[in-house]
């Protein structure tokens, strides 16, 4: 269909030739100018040079030498070797022992689990059917998982008898079969006559054995014995890390770490310390060369003169006042001279130590210029310490920073953290002038979470029923069983807090004693006094698995510290009469 279409077009046309007042670009708010000044050049420098050209030449150490535990003044020793490129180091320290043991009677569901993918991996092997359905029943009779006994029933929770009473006799045990295969000489499986292999048929149950005790002796992340690097009396992880430079050894020590995430600032240099790095591979040298390139940061001022710059970011927001000088300084830096700032990129290894030996920064006109680290300078500039480790003071007067050091560790990025599989929360009673550890959660056999307060309740015992006349003389009041109480003792290193019994006052004269790990590990946890805040703390135990940039699978159970949620009263009173 035919249509006309008209407009109108408007086109501005200068009477007079001259650009006077469009150059003027007049505006009605003078703040406008001030706020400016960065368009205007007025923070530009016109009497020297652009950087044209950088090169950094520096040292890198990688780490050789790894020691569990807190570590005293003075000490040389020899430590285990450790290489960052295989193992996250999160991993390292944290990890405990998480593969059963045949003698106890929990984390029984992975050991059913394990049997069930021993008969899977027997299952893909090139067998006659009527063969593999043999040496399935054969290997389901010789390891079967056992019945418990009536002591072992007592101490376990419904859902795991019912979960063992399910699984008895009908998968094999893991743990047992572990042990019945694996020999003492590297390579060589062991294959019980008992299950009537045929010759025929021995290479495939071979195979089958050797993929299962490799995916069993991997599947977690484990140390041989438990972790050493978890200092129960102050709740949190502590370690060392060495490395080589020209001039001698360098020790790293990590002597508080809980949270989860290692970083340059968890280390601290220890000069009194030698563990065995000195012998290592040597440092080796590396270079960089790159052409600066300006720093750019979101939110600083739009390099054009009518641009209006990204409100997300407002520095002019940031509310600061006369004594909040870091906050000062950050928006005198993006605000006033940003623009004075360069970067060049150098890709460093992680796992290493590095050290800054020259930067050498030609400019625009040719001149070289040697830039010297801050705390080379002398003062004011050797005051600038950002990235730089501090010392441990030991027991002598506070040392200064470690200068001109870089540690990149070999930490984790992310990774994936499940729901404790225990928790405790420590906190203080005032009214009973003790500290108590309460198990909140805690790990049941069947390796799921078991809430110490709803066990509780469901196997409790209705109090007998008393005369209303009769008034009834408590030696002590009833506590749960699920708290368990820090008594304060006085030692030689200051005051503790040691993990004692409560009394049962069912007559039975038995104690109500710790259920979980945290707790229980130890033989007699004695806490410092001053690791219990008034808020309290909150320690977890929680599966943790990750991938490493080698393209590695990392499983281990870690621990969290983090704060509680204030003090408690567990109702402790004694002495009491009541009618």
Not at 256 to 270: A, I, M
């Amino acid at each position: 269909m035919p249509s006309v279409t008209s407009w109108l077009r408007l086109e501005p046309r200068n009477r007079n030739a001259e650009m006077n007042t469009s150059l003027q670009a007049r505006v009605y708010d003078p703040l406008w100018l001030l706020t400016r000044q960065w368009q205007f050049g007025e923070f530009q420098g016109e009497d020297n040079g652009s950087p044209v050209i950088a090169r950094w030449r520096g040292e890198a150490a990688p780490l050789t030498r790894y020691q569990s535990g807190a570590i005293g003044s003075g000490t040389n020793i020899v430590a285990s070797k450790y290489d960052g490129s295989r193992m996250p180091l999160e991993a390292l320290v944290e990890r405990e022992p998480a593969r059963p043991a045949i003698s106890q009677t929990d984390r029984l569901r992975f050991s059913v689990e394990a049997g069930q993918h021993f008969l899977r991996l027997l299952d893909q092997q090139p067998l006659p059917p009527p063969k593999r359905a043999t040496y399935r029943a054969a290997f389901i009779r010789e390891y079967s998982l056992a019945g418990l006994t009536n002591e072992q029933r007592e101490h376990l929770d419904r859902e795991s008898l019912a979960f063992c009473d399910l699984m008895a006799a009908r998968v094999p045990d893991g743990r047992r079969l572990y042990e019945a295969l694996r020999s003492t000489t590297p390579g060589e499986i062991v294959i019980d006559p008992a299950l009537e292999v045929e010759e025929s048929d021995v290479a495939e149950v071979e195979k089958a054995a050797r993929l299962w005790l490799q995916w069993f002796e991997t599947f977690f992340s484990e140390p041989r014995e438990d972790n050493p690097s978890w200092l129960p009396e102050r709740m949190e992880y502590g370690f060392s890390v060495a490395t080589r430079f020209g001039d001698g050894e360098r020790v790293l020590t990590a002597p508080e770490y809980y949270e989860g995430h290692l970083d340059w600032h968890s280390f601290d240099v220890n000069p009194d310390v030698t563990l065995g790095a000195a012998g290592d591979k040597p440092f080796k040298e590396v270079t960089g060369t790159a052409i600066p390139a300006p720093a750019s940061f979101r939110g600083m001022p739009a390099p054009r003169f009518w641009e209006f710059e990204d409100a997300q970011v407002n520095f002019g927001s940031v509310d600061a006042g006369p004594t909040d000088i870091l906050r000062l300084l950050l928006v005198e830096f993006a605000l006033a001279y940003g623009n004075d700032w360069f970067v060049i990129p150098i890709e460093l290894e992680v796992g290493a130590l590095y050290r800054s030996n020259s930067l050498v920064v030609v400019d625009s006109f040719g001149v070289r210029h040697s830039l010297k680290p801050s705390s080379e300078l002398g003062e004011p500039h050797s005051s600038w310490r950002m990235f730089q480790q501090s010392q441990l003071r030991g027991n002598g007067p506070t040392k200064p920073p470690a200068s001109n050091l870089f540690f990149l560790p070999p930490s984790l990025v992310k990774s994936l953290e499940s729901s404790p599989i225990e928790e405790v929360l420590f906190l203080r009673d005032e009214m009973a002038n003790m500290a108590w550890g309460v198990e909140r959660v805690i790990e049941s056999a069947t390796e799921r979470q078991l809430n110490r307060f709803e066990q509780q309740r469901t196997t409790a015992q209705s109090p007998p029923q008393t005369s209303a006349t009769k008034s009834i003389y408590k030696l002590a009041s009833e506590v749960p069983g699920y708290w368990v109480p820090l008594i304060p003792v006085k030692t030689t290193a200051g005051l503790r807090l040691r993990r004692g019994k409560v009394l049962k006052l069912d007559g039975t004269q038995e104690f109500m004693e710790a259920q979980g790990r945290i707790l229980r590990d130890e033989q007699s946890l004695s806490i410092f006094e001053e690791e219990i805040p008034r808020e309290g703390i909150r320690v977890t135990r929680s599966y943790q698995l990750t991938r490493w940039h080698d393209g590695s699978t990392h499983l281990w159970i870690g621990r969290r510290k983090r704060v509680g949620s204030g003090e408690g009263s567990s109702g402790l009173r004694f002495d009491t009469l009541e009618s």
